[in-house]
Every structure is written in C-alpha cells, then in structure tokens.
C-alpha cells in the first residue's frame, strides 16, 4: 500500500489518490523515542506526542504506510524502541489554512446525527486550496456547523471523506462526526462505495458497455492535467466500468461505474478510449470532434456548449455503510438542468436528421 493513500491523518487527501508521479515523501512529524524509552505500541507512542490527533486515525495511517521507523514502514502494532526515530510522512508539504465559515447555501440531499449527502452545484470548490479560498463546500460547511469538533480547527478538509472536480455536479457525502469520518474514510479507502456517474461524450462507442483499465498520474509535461500510464511506469492502478445508456448521433450518454476513485478518471479514462466528455475544455472535449462540416451543424454545437458550459459529468448515485446504523444506504439524483437541456438539444438534432 502507498503512503500517498492514506485514508486519515492531519491533511490527508483520501479522495484524491493519484496526487504524484514522483515519489518524493514530506515529514510532517518526526520524534527521537528517549534512550530510556520503554516498549510501547507506535499508535500510543505518537497519539501521546500529536496534538488532536487519535490512535484511531494513527492506526489507520499506519495501514497505509505512512508511519515509518528509522525509515521504514510499520504497522501499528510495532514496539518503539529507546532511540527509534519515528516520523509521519506524506506525499505534500505541511500547510496552514485558516478556513472562513460563509453562509453559502447548501442543497442537502439527507441528514443525520453522523453525516450529510449533499448535491453539489457545478462550479462549487469542495475545499480551499489552489487559489480557491473562499466560496467552497467547506466553507459553508464550516458556518453550518459552527461549535462542532469537527469543524473546530484549521482542517482544511474537515468532514470530507471524498470529492468530486468543481465543474461536475452530483451526489458528495461529508462526516460531521470524527467517526463518521473515520468509517467512512475507510470506506472509500477499502473501495466498498458505490459511485455512478453519468456523461455525454463524444463519438459512438462501439461496444454497449466495457470497462477502461490504466494508471492514473499527473502528466509530466503539464501538472494540472491527469494521463494514462501503461501498467507498472506511473501513476496508480485505475478502473472504470462504462455503459451506454443512450446513443444520440454524434454524442454517447454513458453511465460509468467506479472501481477506484483517481483525479479526473472518468475524464481520463474516457479520452483514453478516443470519447472525451463533452465540452471538456481540459481533455479536448471543448472542440467538435465528431460531426459534420456544416456551419448549421457547428452553430448547434457551439449552441450546446453555451447551454453546459462545464465537463457533461454527474454524480449521480452514491451508496455507503452508514458508520453507526451499519444499514445500506444508497441515494440517487436528478441529472441538473444544463445536462438534461443539452441531451434534449442532441435529441431533437438527431430526430431532425433522421
């Protein structure tokens, strides 16, 4: 297992498994255990010295790699020694951020004691970060739970468990619980979700259904944008089962199914098999890629990108253990207005053709 995924510690991205190419590690803790240091477990030994911390989260980090003795991985059993140099690592730097509670309106799908579903707008930052300190999920989940313990601190991730890009839209569960958080956490970790996403992309597929396989990783030429490696270079081990659900001419709507939870694998993976999402100006889905040369069949198109000015990608279902009830839980949404207006637009092109 590698240190990047861990699922829980400090500023961890669980959700975002495919941060690196390179596998450069950061210290964000280090302790030299006292030459008269007695045996005692690496989870008590750093849950006794890490501020807000807890032997849960420090077990779970553990499984993940990211503790490590005199420079080399444990698992939270291990006995430290007197002079064990004992360190937490992770794939980014350390940082500080000061979230800001905003009263920002939040379509709240479910809500218990333990979490929320919440339907997330396209355009919507789920976190701080890059650029984007205000007007996220985050920070209206900070105002909405002011005193909570959860959302107490400088967490800049307080209560996510996963995430989806800004310009897609749909279904995202948030902990208000550290062991919602926790459970959860290690929900999306272990794969045992269930994630359905829904896209309109470019080209008609040849098979009804298949499934995409390729590791994930930052391009090397430019770091905002994900590719695809073949198996055993870089990046991480991803896998997407796709599905027709309707063919519309020139453009596909597909259901996807996620095995694992990369940066932008749907995106990826689709542009991979020669299908980017349309209007993806990251992928090269913002350009007509399949089609005519007609200027009435480009101003159609051009008129389709003005009605979904975002990647056509939605959440759509979503389906957990809850961490307390340990009853299934599964929710499902509407595709938004934009996508359904532009698959209606699609629609009645390809009906005027035929």
């Not at 999920?137 to 989806?164: E, M, Q, S, T």
Request: net charge neutral.
């Amino acid at each position: 297992m590698n240190p990047k995924e861990s699922p829980v510690f400090e500023d961890t991205d669980p959700f975002d498994e495919s941060e690196e190419l390179v596998t450069e590690q950061f210290e964000h803790h280090r302790f030299i255990a006292d030459p008269g240091q007695g045996l005692m477990r690496v989870d008590k030994f750093l849950a006794n010295r890490i501020v807000g911390t807890s032997r849960n989260r420090i077990q779970m980090a553990a499984e993940a790699e990211s503790i490590l003795v005199n420079g080399k991985p444990v698992k939270s059993n291990y006995k430290v020694k007197p002079n064990d140099e004992v360190t937490v690592v992770m794939d980014y730097p350390r940082r500080e951020l000061k979230i800001v509670a905003e009263d920002i309106p939040i379509n709240i799908v479910y809500e218990d004691e333990e979490l929320l579903v919440v339907n997330k707008p396209a355009g919507m930052v789920v976190h701080p970060g890059h650029g984007n300190y205000s007007g996220t999920l985050v920070n209206a989940l900070a105002f909405r739970f002011k005193g909570f313990p959860l959302y107490g601190g400088d967490d800049p991730r307080p209560g996510l468990v996963h995430r989806i890009d800004k310009n897609t839209s749909g279904l995202l569960l948030v902990a208000k619980t550290e062991l919602a958080k926790l459970n959860l956490a290690m929900q999306f970790f272990r794969k045992t979700t269930k994630r359905e996403y829904v896209a309109l992309v470019w080209g008609n597929l040849a098979a009804d259904s298949g499934t995409i396989e390729g590791n994930i990783g930052r391009s090397t030429r430019d770091r905002q944008v994900f590719t695809v490696y073949p198996k055993g270079d870089h990046g991480k081990p991803a896998v997407t089962h796709y599905s027709v659900l309707e063919r519309l001419g020139y453009v596909n709507l597909v259901s996807c199914v996620l095995e694992t939870g990369r940066t932008h694998q749907i995106r990826v993976h689709m542009k991979e098999i020669g299908h980017p999402l349309f209007n993806d100006e990251v992928y090269g889905g913002d350009k007509i890629l399949k089609g005519t040369t007609f200027t009435k069949y480009k101003q159609f198109v051009e008129n389709c990108f003005t009605l979904l000015p975002r990647q056509a990608l939605h959440a759509k279902t979503l389906g957990f253990i809850h961490p307390t009830t340990h009853e299934e839980m599964i929710f499902d949404s509407e595709l938004p207005e934009d996508m359904r207006a532009c698959i209606e637009k699609w629609r009645n092109y390809l009906a005027n053709r035929e």
